[in-house]
């Protein structure tokens, strides 16, 4: 595998890293994809889905990314466990150090995907999926006449919030400072609304509640008095914003001031040809595992006619 040149090779398991690899493996491109430190992305920590088209009566998040993987294995994608740790694409044939081994392709498609900002408490990682969770559009409806807290205090928190109204009883803003960091009219449509309430100078202590039956309540610490308080709710939006795993490629590939890939509008094309980005490794604005599987499809398309152009 290390000597050969490969025609496509995928950098990432979630909804986009698979897709590409089933269009890809459909062409006949024989990708090898590379499932990086976590196989299967963000909806591998996710529970129910019944928003990606196709599961008539949703689906767990980890189970669908076992049938994508079926999918795409039956059509012959190659896979290969652990992470790339080195990319050189200045050479051609590119290549990728994984595993101390050194892989060479002709193309390359990156769908390294996003890691969601986190609290990082026990309690946080323990009901992932159980009442909490870091996307309001993925399982607010799950949370209908109920109560929700929102942790954050920029943009994506008021966006959050605001969402969470058309669902549930009352959006409580839980923010470490007493302003906030959004911008003047997200702020105002947040303030405006009436089912939107702000707990200032505050963090999330522990997240109380089981998994069988979810989150019961949160306690906050005044950041200034040191007081403990326990506030009932229903779940726990997290929203302090998401990484891009692009780390590896800087210095070679254009990326904004946050570190998403920056592609050619309406394609996938990174700055280096041959070089392929697709899902919330580029997305900072809709991040869902469908928008992710629709540019992995564009990202396969992309490199299947870039490649033929070059005779390969």
Known sequence: MADDINKVVILGSGPAGLTAALYTARANLNPLLIEGHEPGGQLTITTEVENYPGFEHGIQGPEMM????RQVTRFGTRFMSGAVTEVRFGTRPFELVADDKVIKADSVIIATGATAKLLGIESEKRLMGYGVSACATC???FFKN??????GGGDTAMEEATFLTRFVNKATVVHRR???RASKIMQDRARKNPKIGFIWD???EEILGEQKAGVSAVKLKNLKTGKITEHKTDSVFVAIGHNPNSA???GQLEMDEIGYLKVKPGSTYTNIEGVFACGDVVDSVYRQAVTAAGTGCMAAIDAERWLEARGE
Request: aromatic content about 10%; glycine content about 4%; cysteine-free.
């Open 146 to 151: 109920k109560d929700a807290i929102v942790v």
């Open 248 to 250: 590896l490629f800087k």
């Open 66 to 69: 076992d049938v994508f993987r």
């Open 202 to 204: 505050s963090a999330i």
């Open 178 to 180: 007493d302003t906030l």
């Open 139 to 141: 399982d607010g409806a």
